[in-house]
């Protein structure tokens, strides 16, 4: 199977990852502002009617819906959600000592792994911003787990290939690890109103941009790797470029993102 195949049989989830969270915001708003049992009655004092109210089956069929809408939110949110692990997610003491060490000990792993693996690793790609306050560098520390889970699976793409064939390219070359900055990018965050929801109060999304150069078959093994529940990786832009020659590895520039679901507090 070849990346070309792999991106055509899965072009629609590659797509549908990167709009469905935004997709069941919208809908569950729509339901609840239609079918929330705490307000089914609908007033027509404005008409010079008295109060109407839904009958019992009209409400039952409503509470259905809402039950089926729940579950299906469930099941996309465990789809497509990364859950980050507890390492960048909890620390005690200041965030940015934290920080500090978290990212240091990362990259001096990217580094080793690439050296056992005889991987180029180009050290100055691996970066990523050091912010000021706290809820900024719980930000930068949840796309340092998306960036150390995207050079594990990497790599683990390359040993997948070279186990069944020792004489494979593999994965050549990490030339870039970034965890993109927020600053500039369009916030997800939507005017409240009465019957509306705050995309940022119930998502928030964080990218890695990489660039590698390898094989065909490592490039599709780490493609097919991406989609795993509770911790996928969602394409959110990808540019492969063929090699100049025959036998070359192929460079690909690349960006994921991790989708993390804020939980609500118990009311």
Not at 45 to 53: D, H, I, K, Q, S
Not at 93 to 100: E, V
Not at 106 to 133: N, T
Request: proline share 4%; charged share 30%.
């Amino acid at each position: 199977m070849d990346v070309g195949a792999f991106v055509q049989e899965n072009k629609r989830w590659l797509i549908g990852c990167a709009i469905g969270g935004i997709a069941w915001l919208v809908a569950g708003s729509v339901i609840e502002s239609l079918f929330d049992p705490a307000d089914h009655r609908v007033s027509m004092r404005g008409l010079g009617m008295p109060e109407a109210a839904y009958d019992s089956a009209a409400l039952t069929s409503a509470q259905e819906a809402r039950s089926k809408l729940e579950a299906e939110r469930q099941r996309l949110e465990q789809e497509i959600a990364f859950e980050v692990a507890d390492k960048y997610a909890n620390w005690s003491g200041p965030a940015d000592t934290h920080l500090f060490e978290v990212g240091r000990n990362l990259k001096r792993s990217i580094v080793d792994r690439g050296s056992l693996s005889d991987v180029l690793v180009e050290e100055a790609g691996i970066d990523w911003a050091r912010p000021a306050g706290v809820d900024e560098i719980r930000k930068v520390l949840i796309g340092l787990d998306l960036m150390d889970e995207i050079q594990q699976r990497l790599f683990a793409a390359h040993d997948q290939v070279r186990g069944k064939d020792e004489d494979a390219l593999g994965l050549v070359a990490l030339n870039m690890l970034k965890v993109e900055s927020q600053r500039g990018r369009p916030s997800m965050r939507r005017s409240r109103r009465g019957d509306g929801v705050e995309i940022g109060d119930l998502l928030q999304q964080q990218r890695v941009t990489l660039a590698f150069d390898a094989d065909e078959p490592t490039i599709t093994a780490f493609l097919e790797s991406l989609r795993q529940p509770g911790r996928t990786l969602v394409v959110d832009q990808w540019t492969l470029t063929a090699p100049p020659r025959p036998g070359d590895p192929c460079s690909v520039k690349a960006t994921l993102a991790g989708i993390t679901f804020v939980q609500k507090e118990e009311e």
